[in-house]
């Protein structure tokens, strides 16, 4: 009988499940059921409530939960041997929250998403109670934000206390939906437990005093926290899974992917060129950054993870390249036309507000750049957008010994050779569709032989499913890498100076 093991992925806009065969180290099911096709009555756009307020984003839980029974139903209609599926764990959105109520009604009809920004006040009065940014940043892993779920929690105790005082149980989407599956509450993992401003980073424990800024009576509406392979019990038999099947935890989506990329040890380094660009890492160590601008969660593994966010992405490299009336091919010339380090010339991309560095206002800087030079503004993004993942990782302190690049732009080589030569290492190219789906399904086979006495190793349960591409990875210049090591200098200057009041 091939061992399966099924992954979900509950995201904002659609819910996914993909079954592997551990054993033939296959995929054998990959389905997605977006929300507003498949479930119209709930009203949602792109899997989130209209709203007058644009801060506000919420979406129904409900929608979750019966999204879960479409996908089962629609999975036994393609005869997925369910039956013989040994083990189920999750990925979910981070930083939404699930309110019920002690007898499992909702004590709130609507969930506020990752998506949502409007708690910047609540935001202010945690990082305050907590000792200022560096200090959240370090008791917790990220600095506020009002996407995270403690300053949520916070803004729902203010403006609806009754609600809140009926509120027997907290939970995020992922241990929502992993509640869901064995039938009884869920522990939050340590993953996308610090997603919440309210995890202790290292002790990986409530942070008391993190709860006590929040809301009062808050310690008795969160769930224990749990290893990302804990199993929370047998999966209810209304799925139709294998007797023996065991439900796991769930965890978040971004420490999903880390598993689904094989970011399993030190030293190993994704980007994601999308329409942001987003570096991942894995840290052996728990490091924060003192500036509050990058993410330290949990890693499926015990260890940590990094998360940071540069906004202008793809959006950055396509306003160039259409400022410039060039296609593709156009720009890739130009790249290869130009010398690496640009003969000193910088340019900061900030098109729109930026995360990293923290941009308020946008717009575009240029030293030693002539902006009729299009040749050299070409490279002077692609560089610029490398040196600052070098600049704004630093404090991670993880020298990386082969980047991972994935996402729509990675397909272009001639990027992935300045990123190669800027960071001084080699990269190669990884295509993983459904990287936080495939990561919970590898953490579901991880968990069950954990569960069953047997000491698994990672290397061994994602080998085959998260392998590079043959053939592509691209080795850094030594003579061009040394460019880098000093303008990297200058680059970090020029921000100064551009961020100074
Ligand atoms: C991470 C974040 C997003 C969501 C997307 O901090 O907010 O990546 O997890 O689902």
């Not at 308020?360 to 600052?388: T, V």
């Amino acid at each position: 009988m091939p061992r399966l093991f099924l992954g979900l992925d509950s995201s904002t806009q659609s819910l996914s499940a993909i079954l592997i065969d551990y054993d033939a180290r296959k995929v054998v099911y990959d389905h997605s059921l977006n929300y507003d096709k498949a479930l119209p009555k709930y009203g949602t756009q792109n899997g989130v409530l209209p709203h007058p307020n644009p801060l506000v984003k919420h979406s129904p839980p409900q929608l979750w939960a019966d999204a879960l029974d479409l996908m089962f139903q629609q999975m036994k209609r393609d005869k997925v041997a369910l039956g013989e599926t040994l083990a189920v764990s999750g990925s979910g959105q981070q930083h939404g929250s699930v309110y019920l109520k002690a007898d499992g009604t909702f004590a709130r009809p609507t969930s506020p998403i990752w998506m949502d920004s409007a708690t910047s006040v609540e935001c202010a009065e945690i990082r305050q109670a907590l000792g200022g940014l560096k200090a959240t940043a370090e008791a917790t892993g990220s600095d506020t934000f009002e996407r995270f779920t403690g300053p949520q929690i916070r803004k729902f105790f203010k403006a609806e206390r009754n609600a809140y005082e009926q509120t027997a149980h907290i939970a995020l989407v992922s241990s929502y939906m992993a509640g869901l599956m064995a039938g009884k509450i869920a522990p939050i993992d340590h993953g996308d437990g610090a997603g919440m401003n309210l995890m202790a980073i290292r002790k990986k424990k409530w942070h008391p005093r993190a709860l006590d800024a929040t809301a009062p009576g808050l310690a008795r509406k969160l769930p224990p926290l749990a290893e990302s392979w804990k199993v929370i019990g047998p999966v209810h038999p209304r799925f139709g899974l294998n007797k023996n099947a065991v439900a796991l935890v769930w965890s978040g989506d971004n420490p999903c992917s880390v598993i689904g990329l094989g970011l399993i040890k030190a030293g190993m380094v994704a980007i994601s060129l999308g329409t942001s660009d987003t570096l991942f890492g894995y840290m052996e160590e728990c490091r924060t950054d003192p500036n509050g601008e990058g993410h330290v969660f949990g890693a499926p593994t015990g260890d940590y993870m990094t998360l940071i966010c540069f906004k202008n992405g793809s959006l950055a490299r396509e306003k160039v390249r259409e400022t410039y009336r060039l296609d593709w091919d156009g720009f890739n010339r130009a790249l290869a036309s130009t010398p690496p380090g640009n003969n000193g010339a910088i340019m900061l991309p900030w098109f729109e507000a930026e995360i990293v560095p923290r941009v308020n206002k946008p717009g575009i800087h240029r030293f030693d750049l002539d902006e009729k030079n299009a040749a050299a503004n070409c490279r002077a993004i692609i560089e610029a957008q490398m040196m600052s993942m070098r600049l704004h990782s630093q404090w991670m302190q993880v020298k990386p010994a082969r980047i991972y690049a994935t996402g729509g732009a990675s397909v272009n080589t001639a990027i992935l050779q300045v990123m190669a030569d800027v960071m001084n290492c080699p990269v190669a190219r990884i295509e993983v569709a459904k990287s936080a789906a495939l990561g919970a399904a590898l953490r579901a086979a991880h968990g069950y032989a954990a569960h069953a006495g047997q000491k698994p190793k990672w290397q061994e349960i994602v080998a085959g499913f998260t392998d590079p591409i043959p053939g592509s990875e691209i080795k850094p210049n030594p003579k061009a890498a040394s460019t880098y090591d000093k303008l990297i200098e200058k680059y970090a200057n020029c921000e100064k100076r551009a961020l100074a009041p």
